[in-house]
């Protein structure tokens, strides 16, 4: 245990709440080592140094000698008083000085510092405390391995420590209300200390939905403390940036409108200021969250339009440097919808065509509905984000909102809104299917005099009702074209054009090259991370069924399986698409001897089919699935037992002319274990020969004719 040389160790009635919250895990990074070191201790006010100091003097066993250094003291003097009288009572062992509120310390006593501590015994300390940087070589100092550091982050206090400060002071918070004082406070000690007095008053707990930088109790402290004596440059452009959550120094130029804001950003970091810097490098900072919202107040009572036109600033400048979320947010901050719309426009596309439907849907809940529909990118965003998500009546509502929005603008500077609107109508297809085919043609033609961005996903709309229509090879050229002007920044729709082109081959005999197209979706959806978007359940629908013709039973069944729990995600926006992974999920079903899950998928496909009467294709098959549907039950009724699995994949190759051995070694079993599936398939379908099986088989729709 130390004894403290001098009294003069700062007001202890001014930091008594925080002199009682234990920091001992703290004090060990001021532990003695085996040379004479410097500490630092530099915080803003407010971060409890001279309490956490006073804790560690009392505890560390070296003798301590302690100088507050006074506005206008002759430091030198002071440092040396102290130093003779910790001489006479310490011998030759070592020491520690204590210089609080160094920042005080002039520029040119800082040399009295170094030859005060060059003059100490082996394993002495000298401590400065200071609310800035002092006028130390801190960079040569901690080369040498001569410094020890606490800085704010480590002064700021646990929710812990957080709660025994606040106990102590008369409040108790439930660990919900604790979270959000401390998210609030960021654990700056005077901060919880302010909440305490806040919350401890006439409000009581409920004070605490109100508690922030503009309660007058913290404000009055937040003035005094920091921004009184600051240079009314620096003031105005703390205030004019309050509106940002980060700041920079090209971001505060363009936002405060001035020049150099970034050398004035990392002076103020470096000063009394609540101001951290996010980087090693101090390009980007982050002021303290209830300074800001003081600073956000002031702004506020300098006139609406001076804080509307910092957020409509901080928007153009987020948009230019591609920051879409941040862009938005700032718009609709400021209260346009114009602005904010045409910024989330032009990121529509590439957000739903890379699987960000979900994000798009986030943003577009910073709007209200009038809002939205009185902005045609807004509308159209709220129509895009719903494909697939929501009910059809939705998509046609917000389609037609954008319509409107649109006329109404008279802006014909927007071809890319009214390609998606087209686009829209095409998914939608609520004329027919041909219809569609006109709709998505149109829209590729109006997205043409803009940046395309809609062109693979019109390919695609227009590949999928020709499909439908009874075209496939008009079908097969607009679907490669999807693909590859869908390459780069498009993978939804190169999923989905794949899906297409694998259900169009495997339905032809083309059954090689519907697996390629059906593998490649299935890669698209895995490797862009849209297995959980509902869209992809026709990849893996069409990835299902291309297994099961392979004879790949277990593979298949988990694709099925995928494909419908998305297909749950689709809400009837899209009754044609909709209706199409039904009849694939059915066959495949069929393939995987599940005659009642196929005929479930089937009467879903015919309600789904009333919407697209023309949709030719999908009606033929769903005919002829349930004629394999009815024969597969006739096969049931005259005693064929349902085949496992192992069976199923056995059966499949009794076509071939492989024998069983090879039959055994292409499944990677013995030529028993075949044998042994093989009779047991013999005995289900009512058979006792191969030949006789592959006829029965066949007839019930289990293999190929």
């Not at 030198?76 to 001489?87: C, K, S, Y």
């Not at 920051?323 to 400021?334: G, I, K, P, W």
């Not at 999908?618 to 039950?633: H, K, L, M, S």
């Amino acid at each position: 245990m130390s004894s403290v040389l001098a009294h003069d160790v700062g007001d202890p009635a001014r930091e008594e709440v925080l002199d009682t919250v234990p920091r001992r895990d703290l004090a060990q990074r001021l532990a003695e080592t085996s040379r004479t070191v410097i500490g630092l201790v530099v915080a803003p006010s407010g971060y409890g140094k001279t309490a956490f100091l006073r804790q560690w003097a009392r505890s560390d066993p070296r003798p301590v000698a302690w100088v507050t250094v006074r506005p206008g003291q002759d430091a030198p003097d002071a440092i040396a008083g102290r130093l003779a009288d910790l001489d006479q009572a310490a011998g030759t062992g070592p020491l520690a000085l204590v210089l609080d509120d160094a920042q005080l310390i002039p520029a040119q006593a800082a040399e009295t510092v170094l030859l005060a501590a060059d003059r100490l015994p082996t394993g002495s300390l000298v401590v400065l405390a200071s609310t800035c940087e002092p006028p130390l070589p801190v960079g040569r100092l901690r080369l040498e391995g001569r410094l020890r550091e606490v800085r704010a982050r480590d002064l700021a206090m646990t929710p812990v420590e957080g709660r025994q400060l606040l106990q102590r002071a008369g409040v108790l918070l439930d660990s919900d209300q604790l979270a959000t004082v401390m998210r609030i406070t960021e654990g700056w000690p005077a901060g919880l200390s302010l909440a305490a007095l806040a919350l401890g008053g006439d409000g009581g707990i409920d004070a605490l939905d109100r508690f922030g930088g503009d309660d007058r109790v913290v404000a009055d402290y937040l003035r005094d403390a920091f921004l009184d004596g600051l240079p009314a440059h620096q003031l105005d452009l703390l205030v004019r940036t309050s509106v940002l959550d980060e700041l920079s120094g090209p971001l505060c130029d363009a936002v405060a409108g001035q020049r150099g804001s970034g050398c004035t950003l990392r002076e103020l970091s470096r000063s009394n200021i609540l101001l951290e810097p996010l980087d090693r490098s101090e390009q980007r900072f982050r002021l303290h969250p209830l300074l800001r919202g003081l600073l956000r107040s002031e702004l506020r009572r300098s006139g609406s339009d001076l804080e509307r036109a910092a957020l409509r600033r901080a928007a153009a400048w987020f948009d230019a440097d591609g920051d879409r979320d941040r862009a938005v947010r700032h718009a609709a901050a400021a209260g346009d919808a114009g602005l904010a719309g045409r910024l989330l426009w032009g990121a529509a596309a590439s957000c739903f065509l890379q699987g960000d439907a979900a994000g798009l849907e986030r943003e577009l809940q910073r709007f209200t509905s009038a809002q939205a529909a009185a902005v045609p990118g807004l509308a159209a965003c709220k129509a895009v984000a719903g494909l697939g998500r929501n009910e059809r009546q939705y998509v046609e509502y917000w389609t037609e909102a954008a319509e409107l929005a649109l006329r109404r603008s008279g802006d014909e500077r927007s071809p890319d809104v009214a390609a998606c609107i087209a686009l829209l109508r095409a998914a939608i297809a609520r004329d027919g299917v041909a219809q569609m085919g006109a709709d998505a043609r149109r829209a590729y033609e109006l997205d043409g005099a803009g940046q395309r961005t809609w062109r693979p996903l019109a390919c695609f709309l227009d590949g999928a009702a020709r499909h439908l229509t009874a075209d496939p090879g008009g079908a097969r050229e607009q679907l490669a074209e999807g693909v590859q002007s869908g390459a780069v920044g498009a993978p939804i729709a190169v999923m989905l054009c794949r899906a297409q082109l694998a259900l169009i081959e495997l339905a032809s005999d083309g059954r090689d090259e519907g697996a390629r197209h059906a593998e490649l979706a299935h890669a698209c959806a895995e490797d862009h991370d849209l297995d959980d978007e509902p869209l992809a359940a026709l990849a893996y629908a069409a990835s299902a069924f291309a297994l099961a013709l392979q004879g790949r039973v277990d593979a298949s069944r988990r694709d099925a399986d995928r494909a419908g729990r998305l297909l749950r995600g689709l809400s009837g926006a899209l009754p044609w698409l909709e209706a199409e992974i039904h009849v694939a999920l059915a066959r495949t079903e069929l393939r995987l001897s599940d005659s009642e899950a196929a005929r479930q998928l089937l009467t879903n496909a015919g309600r789904l089919v009333r919407y697209c009467s023309d949709a030719t294709v999908v009606r033929t098959a769903i005919d002829d699935g349930w004629e394999r549907a009815d024969a597969f039950a006739a096969a049931a009724v005259a005693g064929v037992s349902p085949l496992t699995a192992a069976e199923l994949r056995v059966l499949r190759m009794l076509p071939s002319h492989m024998s069983l051995r090879e039959i055994a070694e292409r499944l990677h079993v013995s030529q028993n274990t075949v044998k042994t599936q093989a009779h047991a398939a013999y005995r289900k379908l009512d058979v006792s020969s191969r030949s006789d099986a592959v006829r029965r088989a066949r007839s019930v729709g289990l293999v190929d004719p």
